[in-house]
């Protein structure tokens, strides 16, 4: 007999269902709306007070040449990216789709085009996995602040919010991600969540849903910062490249490929996914830091992808200059400060069978004691960049006890 809890037909479908997720690891965000156009942040319009009527204005002159979507999934491709969540509808309300329920989208202002469809196309054809962004949260809806106050208003805007849902979930073919935004100004009661996610998986049955329409569902999601959930439950960290989502022409505070590579394994060492943005120009291209970046991340992935896809959580954290991730028996050892010929790892739990350079298959000498595994004859200068991976072929899944270390650790004489 197993001690382990059962488990309810309900999580076996969550496993069955995210199995996909949690293998990809690394997915690219695109934050895309008429806040491209000034070029000042996606929350401009609430934050610098513009009144709807000037900033509908705005739709006028967006019109971003046919399909920009398809170089996006390329770069994501080329990153080791598997999947793109795109917003469909931001909180300034303007819709990328096409939809019965405004003409406050796409297709029929000046830009002419279903972008979504555009989005999923382009996807599809680079074999990602296709996630929608919605914002609950409207600034343009007339019901979108006094739902909260007004019965009547908080059904008609359920009604549309509902509605459009129901449309991307009908006509886009099979959608692999549903990411909700700000739920303001309702709880989950007045946004009828339960009902309108039940309908979502009714017409979507393999679909994911984050934990932003105020219930928990599938995964949770830190952003700007990581931060594991317990053991059981999927969480996914969404980072911007600089400081804003949708484009912010001026914003130049652009993270290193070695931050983003970083993150993406403190990510996956702790059994997480790494959600990162990119916020393309209003013609749709995408500004020139983020594909050097994208580029520089995914020449490192073509590299060390192994050490990435399908790692499962890791209970290796401690060091000053490398981090870990791990699958199996096997430890990665991702070092992004490169410490040169000879250093060591503390407190590892298992026996260490084997060492080796991943990118060059070169064994490396090793000697264990119950308080560290020290790696020698290793090249004075890191022999990949950002961060060189060694692999290490454990006896049993390897974990650290750093406490350990401290209190038996073989003392001098005062
Ligand atoms: C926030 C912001 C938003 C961004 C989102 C991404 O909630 O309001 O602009 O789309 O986070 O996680």
Known sequence: MSDQPQLTAEEHDRIRRMRWWHEAKFGLFIHWGLYSVIGRHEWAMEVEGIPVAEYEQLATRFTPKPHAARDWARLARRAGMKYMVMTTKHHEGFCLFDTQYTDYCAPKRACGRDLVAEYVEAARAEGLRVGFYYSLMDWHHPDGARCAQDEAARKRFVEYIHGQVRELCTNYGTLDILWYDVAWPLDADGWESAKMNRMVRELQPDIILNNRSRLPEDFSTP?????????GRAWEACMTMNE???YHQSDDAWKTPKQIIRNLVTCARDGGNYLLNIGPKPDGSIPEPSIQILNAVGAWIDRNGETIYGAERCGVTSSLFANFT????TLYVHAHFWPGESWSIAGLKTEV????LLRTGQSVAFEQTPFHVRLTGLPADAPDDPATVLALECASVPEQDMLAVRTGMPRGTV
């Open 244 to 246: 804003s989502w949708g």
């Open 223 to 231: 952003e700007q910062h990581i931060h594991a959930e317990a053991a």
């Open 353 to 356: 069978k084997s060492a080796r």
């Open 326 to 329: 791990r699958k199996g028996n």
